[in-house]
Protein backbone atom coordinates (compact mmCIF):
# COMPACT_ATOMS: atom_id res chain seq x y z
CA UNK A 1 0.00 0.00 0.00
CA UNK A 2 1.49 3.28 -1.34
CA UNK A 3 2.40 6.22 1.73
CA UNK A 4 -0.57 8.49 1.06
CA UNK A 5 1.03 12.34 1.69
CA UNK A 6 3.11 14.13 -0.42
CA UNK A 7 4.77 17.19 1.16
CA UNK A 8 5.29 20.45 -0.94
CA UNK A 9 7.37 23.19 0.22
CA UNK A 10 8.23 26.42 -1.93
CA UNK A 11 11.84 27.30 -1.57
CA UNK A 12 14.04 30.16 -2.93
CA UNK A 13 17.43 30.63 -1.39
CA UNK A 14 16.15 28.18 1.55
CA UNK A 15 19.34 26.04 2.33
CA UNK A 16 19.60 27.34 5.93
CA UNK A 17 15.92 26.69 6.51
CA UNK A 18 16.09 23.11 4.51
CA UNK A 19 18.83 22.41 7.54
CA UNK A 20 16.24 22.48 10.08
CA UNK A 21 13.04 21.53 7.97
CA UNK A 22 14.33 18.22 6.11
CA UNK A 23 15.06 16.25 9.36
CA UNK A 24 11.93 16.77 10.76
CA UNK A 25 10.49 15.07 8.00
CA UNK A 26 12.38 11.66 8.80
CA UNK A 27 10.11 11.10 11.28
CA UNK A 28 6.99 11.09 8.40
CA UNK A 29 9.18 8.25 6.30
CA UNK A 30 10.14 6.20 8.90
CA UNK A 31 6.31 6.30 9.90
CA UNK A 32 5.26 4.98 6.39
CA UNK A 33 3.87 8.37 5.92
CA UNK A 34 5.04 10.32 2.83
CA UNK A 35 5.10 9.31 -0.51
CA UNK A 36 7.60 11.95 -1.70
CA UNK A 37 8.59 15.56 -0.81
CA UNK A 38 8.34 18.15 -3.77
CA UNK A 39 10.35 21.03 -3.55
CA UNK A 40 9.47 23.80 -6.16
CA UNK A 41 12.00 26.45 -6.51
CA UNK A 42 11.86 29.88 -7.93
CA UNK A 43 15.73 30.22 -8.77
CA UNK A 44 17.78 29.85 -5.81
CA UNK A 45 21.59 30.91 -6.44
CA UNK A 46 22.84 29.26 -3.58
CA UNK A 47 22.89 25.40 -2.54
CA UNK A 48 19.08 24.38 -2.16
CA UNK A 49 18.88 22.59 -5.65
CA UNK A 50 21.71 20.22 -4.30
CA UNK A 51 20.29 19.91 -0.88
CA UNK A 52 17.19 18.65 -2.25
CA UNK A 53 18.65 16.22 -4.80
CA UNK A 54 20.47 14.84 -2.14
CA UNK A 55 17.49 14.30 0.01
CA UNK A 56 15.63 12.83 -2.61
CA UNK A 57 13.20 15.52 -3.54
CA UNK A 58 11.42 15.68 -6.53
CA UNK A 59 12.83 19.56 -7.61
CA UNK A 60 10.17 21.19 -9.76
CA UNK A 61 11.98 24.98 -11.04
CA UNK A 62 10.50 28.02 -12.44
CA UNK A 63 9.32 31.63 -11.63
CA UNK A 64 9.78 32.91 -8.54
CA UNK A 65 6.15 33.61 -7.21
CA UNK A 66 4.64 31.61 -4.30
CA UNK A 67 1.61 30.54 -5.52
CA UNK A 68 2.97 29.78 -8.97
CA UNK A 69 5.80 27.77 -7.06
CA UNK A 70 3.13 25.76 -5.07
CA UNK A 71 0.82 25.34 -7.85
CA UNK A 72 3.61 23.98 -10.06
CA UNK A 73 4.31 21.71 -7.01
CA UNK A 74 0.95 20.13 -5.96
CA UNK A 75 0.97 19.58 -10.00
CA UNK A 76 3.57 17.07 -10.44
CA UNK A 77 2.42 15.09 -6.39
CA UNK A 78 1.17 12.16 -6.13
CA UNK A 79 -0.45 11.67 -2.87
CA UNK A 80 -4.23 11.32 -1.86
CA UNK A 81 -3.49 13.79 1.04
CA UNK A 82 -1.13 17.09 0.52
CA UNK A 83 1.09 18.69 3.21
CA UNK A 84 2.43 21.92 1.99
CA UNK A 85 5.17 23.37 3.97
CA UNK A 86 7.30 26.55 4.11
CA UNK A 87 11.29 25.54 4.28
CA UNK A 88 11.49 28.17 7.58
CA UNK A 89 9.27 25.77 8.99
CA UNK A 90 10.15 22.68 11.29
CA UNK A 91 7.40 20.48 12.29
CA UNK A 92 7.22 19.45 15.97
CA UNK A 93 8.21 15.96 17.53
CA UNK A 94 4.73 13.22 16.91
CA UNK A 95 3.99 15.00 13.90
CA UNK A 96 3.14 12.05 11.79
CA UNK A 97 0.66 10.39 14.29
CA UNK A 98 -1.58 13.72 14.42
CA UNK A 99 -1.46 13.89 10.32
CA UNK A 100 -2.63 10.10 10.77
CA UNK A 101 -5.47 10.76 12.79
CA UNK A 102 -6.63 13.92 11.24
CA UNK A 103 -6.38 11.65 8.04
CA UNK A 104 -8.36 8.95 9.80
CA UNK A 105 -10.84 11.43 10.77
CA UNK A 106 -11.94 12.21 7.90
CA UNK A 107 -12.59 16.39 8.41
CA UNK A 108 -11.06 18.56 6.08
CA UNK A 109 -8.08 20.76 5.35
CA UNK A 110 -6.23 21.65 8.65
CA UNK A 111 -2.94 23.35 9.83
CA UNK A 112 -0.50 23.30 12.52
CA UNK A 113 -0.62 25.85 15.54
CA UNK A 114 2.04 28.01 14.98
CA UNK A 115 5.57 29.21 16.72
CA UNK A 116 8.49 31.12 16.18
CA UNK A 117 12.51 30.38 17.29
CA UNK A 118 12.47 33.06 19.37
CA UNK A 119 12.18 33.97 23.11
CA UNK A 120 10.43 37.00 25.02
CA UNK A 121 6.88 38.21 24.53
CA UNK A 122 6.77 39.90 21.46
CA UNK A 123 7.02 36.03 19.72
CA UNK A 124 4.13 34.99 21.83
CA UNK A 125 1.87 37.96 21.04
CA UNK A 126 2.39 37.34 17.62
CA UNK A 127 2.08 33.51 17.27
CA UNK A 128 -1.22 33.85 19.45
CA UNK A 129 -2.80 36.32 17.18
CA UNK A 130 -1.81 34.04 14.16
CA UNK A 131 -3.58 30.96 16.29
CA UNK A 132 -6.39 32.96 17.07
CA UNK A 133 -7.25 34.30 13.32
CA UNK A 134 -6.92 30.75 12.08
CA UNK A 135 -9.15 29.38 14.51
CA UNK A 136 -11.93 32.25 14.74
CA UNK A 137 -11.40 32.66 11.09
CA UNK A 138 -10.22 29.68 9.30
CA UNK A 139 -7.17 31.97 7.64
CA UNK A 140 -4.14 30.23 8.87
CA UNK A 141 -0.79 31.56 7.06
CA UNK A 142 2.00 28.94 4.72
CA UNK A 143 4.31 29.28 7.51
CA UNK A 144 1.72 27.43 9.61
CA UNK A 145 1.43 24.12 7.23
CA UNK A 146 -1.52 23.42 5.70
CA UNK A 147 -2.91 19.78 5.15
CA UNK A 148 -5.66 18.81 3.09
CA UNK A 149 -6.97 16.07 0.87
CA UNK A 150 -5.97 16.23 -2.90
CA UNK A 151 -9.67 16.20 -3.85
CA UNK A 152 -10.22 19.70 -1.77
CA UNK A 153 -7.56 21.12 -3.10
CA UNK A 154 -8.53 20.28 -6.83
CA UNK A 155 -12.07 21.31 -5.81
CA UNK A 156 -11.17 24.56 -4.23
CA UNK A 157 -9.26 25.43 -7.98
CA UNK A 158 -5.82 25.33 -6.46
CA UNK A 159 -3.20 27.95 -5.31
CA UNK A 160 -3.46 31.16 -7.42
CA UNK A 161 -0.47 31.82 -9.00
CA UNK A 162 -0.24 35.33 -7.14
CA UNK A 163 2.82 36.26 -5.37
CA UNK A 164 1.17 36.69 -1.98
CA UNK A 165 -1.51 36.05 0.02
CA UNK A 166 -1.72 32.44 -1.80
CA UNK A 167 -2.63 30.87 1.34
CA UNK A 168 -5.49 33.46 2.59
CA UNK A 169 -6.60 32.79 -1.12
CA UNK A 170 -6.92 28.52 -0.64
CA UNK A 171 -8.37 28.84 2.39
CA UNK A 172 -10.95 31.10 1.75
CA UNK A 173 -11.65 28.65 -1.30
CA UNK A 174 -11.90 25.66 0.30
CA UNK A 175 -15.15 27.12 1.33
CA UNK A 176 -15.24 25.72 5.15
CA UNK A 177 -12.86 26.44 8.28
CA UNK A 178 -9.95 25.22 8.14
CA UNK A 179 -8.92 23.23 11.50
CA UNK A 180 -6.13 23.77 13.86
CA UNK A 181 -4.17 20.34 14.66
CA UNK A 182 -3.30 19.82 18.16
CA UNK A 183 0.47 20.55 17.23
CA UNK A 184 2.64 23.51 16.79
CA UNK A 185 5.23 24.26 14.35
CA UNK A 186 8.47 26.40 14.98
CA UNK A 187 8.79 29.08 12.33
CA UNK A 188 12.29 31.01 11.85
CA UNK A 189 11.72 34.64 13.51
CA UNK A 190 14.41 35.88 10.92
CA UNK A 191 12.26 38.43 9.27
CA UNK A 192 10.32 39.53 12.80
CA UNK A 193 14.00 40.17 14.41
CA UNK A 194 14.79 42.20 11.32
CA UNK A 195 12.14 44.08 10.74
CA UNK A 196 10.72 44.51 14.31
CA UNK A 197 8.05 42.51 15.82
CA UNK A 198 6.40 45.30 15.86
CA UNK A 199 6.38 47.14 12.91
CA UNK A 200 6.75 43.08 11.19
CA UNK A 201 3.75 42.25 12.72
CA UNK A 202 1.32 45.35 11.99
CA UNK A 203 2.69 45.08 8.26
CA UNK A 204 1.24 41.39 7.64
CA UNK A 205 -1.77 42.41 9.35
CA UNK A 206 -2.57 45.90 7.54
CA UNK A 207 -1.62 43.96 4.23
CA UNK A 208 -4.10 40.90 5.02
CA UNK A 209 -7.03 43.78 5.34
CA UNK A 210 -5.78 45.11 2.17
CA UNK A 211 -6.06 41.86 0.50
CA UNK A 212 -9.57 41.04 2.05
CA UNK A 213 -10.92 44.78 0.76
CA UNK A 214 -9.84 43.94 -2.76
CA UNK A 215 -6.38 45.30 -3.29
CA UNK A 216 -4.73 43.05 -5.94
CA UNK A 217 -1.87 40.93 -4.64
CA UNK A 218 0.81 42.20 -6.97
CA UNK A 219 -0.16 45.60 -5.65
CA UNK A 220 0.75 44.21 -2.49
CA UNK A 221 4.06 42.65 -3.31
CA UNK A 222 5.68 45.72 -4.62
CA UNK A 223 4.79 47.06 -1.35
CA UNK A 224 6.03 43.84 0.98
Known amino acids: MRAKLSVVMPTLNAEAGLARAL ?3 AEGLEAGLIRELVISDGGSDDATARIAEAAGAVL ?3 AASRGGQLRRGVGVARGEWLLVVHAD ?3 PQGW ?3 VKAHIASGQGAAAFRL ?3 ARGLAPVIVAG ?3 LRSKVFGLPYGDQGLLLSRSDYDAAGGYPDIPLMEDVA ?3 ALGR ?3 LLPATVTTSAERYRRDGWLRRGGRNLWLLLRYLGGVRPEELARRY
Do not use: K, Q
Request: glycine fraction near 4%; charged fraction near 15%; proline fraction near 8%.
Open 23 to 25: PAL
Open 60 to 62: VTG
Open 89 to 91: TAL
Open 96 to 98: PEV
Open 115 to 117: SFD
Open 129 to 131: WAN
Open 170 to 172: LAR
Open 177 to 179: RVA
